[in-house]
């Protein structure tokens, strides 16, 4: 008698990655093609919307650069300003971090909370930052302190609110298996509704990273006490009309936006990974 031969497993073989130069080249087509319309308004509106005894007002991109950004003199300067940028950033960012994600918690556990907390924090996002400048330099200093609270005053709410939002989405369902699981509050809460609050959280702290860098720059033009930042040399070239360093501070500036928003984008993709649409 002939035995029956079996059919062979399927061999399971990890997916070869791949390098996809054509995938490569149509991300980068998009800001590519972008930048080169930018530059093409900046040089039509430089040389033939403003009159020539006007032009120094929006001096061409070629003469920011080499009369500025390619200074290493005035490039160091601006260097160690934007460093000092940052780090009042970073440090508003972590607090607002830090602080955010734990009132969002409180008021998803605790109706009272969230009834008390949750208008002051609508208003504190309401009022203008620069009406606040002043009461906070009375009270504060006119120092670096002052200019980290500015940076929390303003990047903590989106992470209150995502942070409420993401915990207060969380299915229904999910939530009385872990209650039929005899889970207590703590339990659902580091199990259960921060995991699936984590897109919502990275989603608000991508958005008030680059709030905290906007607060930033203000805090260095309202509070020049200490080492200057670079929003205190974006007001002092505007009041000397130095267009050439104005732009160069401006465009530092904001490459250092695209930068921190850029490492928050790849963080969010590290932590969501490939469960959720806003980790792809």
Not at 6 to 25: D, E, G, K
Not at 29 to 49: D, E, F, K, M
Not at 125 to 139: D, E, F
Request: charged share 15%; aromatic share 6%.
């Amino acid at each position: 008698m002939v035995g029956l031969a079996l059919p062979a497993a399927p061999v399971r073989t990890r997916p070869v990655l791949r390098f996809r130069p054509r995938r490569l080249l149509a991300r980068l087509a998009v800001p590519v093609v972008c930048i080169g319309l930018a530059l093409a308004a900046w040089y039509t509106v430089s040389l033939l919307l403003l009159a020539p005894d006007r032009r120094f007002l929006l001096p061409t991109p070629d003469q920011v650069f080499t009369q500025s950004l390619g200074n290493p003199a005035k490039l160091e300067v601006m260097l160690r300003a934007l460093a000092v940028t940052a780090r009042v950033a970073v440090t508003g960012l972590a607090v607002a971090a830090v602080l955010g994600i734990a009132i969002g918690v409180l008021m998803s556990q605790a109706k009272v909370v969230e009834r008390v907390v949750y208008p002051y924090a609508v208003v504190l996002q309401a009022i203008p930052v620069l009406a606040v400048v002043p009461l906070i330099g009375l009270w504060f200093g006119y120092g670096s302190t002052a200019r980290t609270i500015v940076c929390v005053l303003i990047a903590v709410h989106p992470i209150i609110a995502m942070t409420l939002f993401g915990i207060q989405s969380v299915d229904r369902n999910l939530r009385e298996l872990f209650i039929l699981g005899r889970a207590n509050r703590l339990r659902r809460l580091i199990s259960l509704e921060l995991p699936a609050a984590l897109p919502s959280i990275m989603a608000g702290l991508r958005t008030a990273a680059g709030l905290s860098v906007t607060g930033a720059v203000i805090g260095d033009m309202f509070f020049a006490k200490g080492q200057p930042g670079i929003g205190t040399l974006l007001d002092m070239y505007r009041a000397r009309l130095q267009s050439e360093d104005l732009l160069a501070a401006l465009v530092l500036a904001a490459l250092f936006g695209v930068a921190v928003f850029a490492v928050f984008t790849a963080a969010q993709r590290l932590t969501v990974g490939r469960w959720h649409p806003s980790g792809r």
